[in-house]
T-cell receptor, first 113, second 110 residues
Framework: AQSVTQPDIHITVSEGASLELRCNYS??????LFWYVQSPGQGLQLLLK??????LVQGIKGFEAEFKRSQSSFNLRKPSVHWSDAAEYFC???????????FGTGTLLAVQP | EAGVTQSPTHLIKTRGQQATLRCSPI?????VYWYQQALGLGLQFLLW???????NRGNFPPRFSGRQFPNYSSELNVNALELEDSALYLC?????????FGSGTRLTVV
């Protein structure tokens, strides 16, 4: 069955520090992978997506993610975190006949000054 | 271009009533997905509409239903509301595989 695991429920980093949010997926075929960000009470904003090709994907707001097929991972990174990055981050996998997205449980990011 | 629009932003209903939530997709997008984000339960897939037809539904009871209109906008109906239906309901539209989400409708059942 398709699934997404985000092992870190809550992460706290200092402003200016680097960030890596982990995402592991289980999927039978080549997955379509996404990272979304959600501010409190808001909808989901797409940060980046991977369909095929270059395994290092650049997104908005200085984020990037690397697809590693051998590790079934799609970790999100940012070299220097800003206070405005505090939010909840969701990894998702899509594809197959239904095209629906399956989401991880999210990682809540707090940024210390 | 205009994004995905959801209305109303907030909705308060009494247990047993019916709720209707609306979604207008990005122009040209033919598929609409509905998700429920309840506290502690994450984002759960509800329904998928494409070209006016229901294509797939998640593990929700039949009192969750909806439709898609000829202009590809969509409506989600929740009948016989229960307290646990309180959640943020998100709509996403897509043409191929680029899913764009709306800001959601916060449904509160009292």
């Amino acid at each position: 069955a398709q699934s997404v695991t985000q092992p870190d429920i809550h992460i706290t980093v200092s402003e200016g520090a680097s960030l890596e949010l982990r995402c592991n997926y289980s999927y039978g075929a080549t997955p379509y992978l996404f990272w979304y960000v959600q501010s409190p009470g808001q909808g989901l904003q797409l940060l980046l997506k991977y369909f095929s090709g270059d395994t290092l994907v650049q997104g908005i707001k200085g984020f990037e993610a690397e697809f590693k097929r051998s590790q079934s991972s799609f970790n999100l990174r940012k070299p220097s975190v800003h206070w405005s990055d505090a939010a909840e981050y969701f990894c998702a996998v899509g594809g197959g006949a239904t095209n629906k997205l399956i989401f991880g449980t999210g990682t809540l990011l707090a940024v210390q000054p | 271009e205009a994004g995905v629009t959801q209305s109303p932003t907030h909705l308060i209903k009494t247990r047993g009533q019916q709720a209707t939530l609306r979604c207008s997709p990005i122009s040209g997008h033919t598929s609409v997905y509905w998700y429920q984000q309840a506290l502690g339960l994450g984002l759960q897939f509800l329904l998928w509409y494409d070209e006016g037809e229901e294509r797939n539904r998640g593990n929700f009871p039949p009192r969750f239903s909806g439709r898609q209109f000829p202009n590809y906008s969509s409506e989600l109906n929740v009948n016989a509301l229960e307290l646990e239906d309180s959640a943020l309901y998100l709509c996403a539209s897509t043409l191929t595989r680029g899913y764009t989400f709306g800001s959601g409708t916060r449904l509160t059942v009292v």
